[in-house]
């Protein structure tokens, strides 16, 4: 199994930043792509970055510009970079990875963190 453990959440005032970051553990397994969602109240999940194993990315267009995730393969890390935040930014964030390990056949499978709450308010 794979496990996530994010960080980095808390208040912050409009139009400042927060760095959010996931750790990966477990004992053996392959990393494919690390994504990060939000979950606002009443509202659905919303994938908003994903970086593949070779480093491409893509943003969903709420958070294009303002927001950059990025990694640390070697300490099986992701960040996620949040400038220009909004009260709409509002919500709980949450660590993927779509990941194979020996338990799965080493076929891939999203694996989730606990979320992290992030709050944008003056």
């Known amino acids: 199994q794979v496990q996530l453990v994010e960080s980095g959440g808390g208040l912050v005032q409009p139009g400042g930043s927060l760095r959010l970051s996931c750790a990966a553990s477990?004992?053996?397994?392959?990393?494919?792509?690390m994504c990060w969602y939000r979950q606002a109240p009443g509202k659905q999940r919303e994938l908003l970055a994903t970086i593949r194993r070779g480093g491409s990315t893509n943003y969903a267009d709420s958070v294009k510009g303002r927001f950059t995730i990025s990694r640390d393969s070697a300490k099986n890390m992701v960040y996620l970079q949040m400038n220009s935040l909004k009260p709409e930014d509002t919500a709980v964030y949450y660590c993927s990875a779509v990941a194979a390990t020996p338990t799965t056949g080493w076929a891939s499978r999203d694996f989730w963190g606990q979320g992290t709450q992030v709050t944008v308010s003056s």
């Open positions: 477990g004992s053996s397994f392959r990393i494919d792509a």
